[in-house]
């Protein structure tokens, strides 16, 4: 079926250096996506989101990047922080009542 | 705003026990969502409502039972407790009128059956 996935289950990053977590999905008619950060032991924390009819969306420190050609997603941390060690989800609309079906989760390692 | 609140926070039931999980959200969101996690996997969706009154089903929903008897509340029932159950509950809301938009999440429940 339609599925959400990653290609790396976790990635070790330099403090200051800037991180890229790659998602591929496969559900062509997927129009929103959205990136969520989840620390040990709270929920899913927002980060940024995409919607179909764009290529790129910034906020602060963070870039998504969507290729619809090859189905793919990325999130792109500048200036790896060590608060910003955790998993990261991508998750996309599945159709109605903007229901998402997310992806297993990458781990970001920030080392000092 | 208090956001998605959730309670308990933790619990341990025994096999064939009862329990109901609490969520409220005070932003007015129309659409709410029940996830189970279990660990180091991501979120699949056990019911999801649209409205007051309105709930079905999502991706895992045997074994649970949901109401949305008011826009804020949306509680999870688990009628016979059994260990494939041990997991964290999520509890998420999104606004939404012309499309997709952002799930707020709460702090989830982590629950242990035994």
């Known amino acids: 079926g339609e599925s959400v996935g990653l290609h790396l289950p976790t990635l070790s990053v330099q403090e200051g250096d800037n991180s890229i977590i790659n998602c591929a999905y496969s559900?062509?008619?997927?129009?929103?996506f959205i990136w969520y950060k989840q620390e040990s032991g709270k929920g899913p924390q927002f980060i940024i989101d995409?919607?179909?009819?764009?290529d790129k969306r910034q906020g602060q420190r963070v870039t998504v990047l969507l290729n619809k050609t090859v189905k793919h997603l990325s999130l792109q941390i500048a200036a790896t922080q060590p608060g910003d060690s955790a998993v990261y989800f991508c998750?996309?609309?599945?159709?109605?009542?903007?229901?998402?079906?997310f992806g297993t989760g990458t781990r970001l390692q920030v080392t000092l | 705003n208090a956001g998605v609140t959730q309670t308990p926070k933790f619990r341990i039931l025994k096999i064939g026990q009862s329990m109901t999980l609490q969520c409220a959200q005070d932003m007015n969101h129309n659409y709410m969502y029940w996830y189970r996690q279990d660990p180091g996997m991501g979120l699949k969706l056990i019911y999801y409502s649209v409205g007051a009154g309105i709930t079905d089903k999502g991706e895992v929903p045997n074994g649970y039972n949901v109401s949305r008897s008011t826009t804020e509340d949306f509680p999870l029932r688990l009628e016979l407790a059994a260990p494939s159950q041990t997991s964290v509950y999520f509890c998420?809301?999104?606004?939404?009128?012309?499309?997709?938009?952002?799930?707020?999440f709460g702090p989830g429940t982590r629950l242990l059956v035994l």
């Open positions: 995409i919607r179909s009819n764009m």
């Open positions: 559900n062509s008619a997927s129009d929103y």
């Open positions: 998750a996309e609309n599945s159709g109605t009542a903007s229901k998402l079906t």
């Open positions: 998420a809301s999104s606004y939404s009128e012309t499309g997709p938009e952002t799930q707020y």
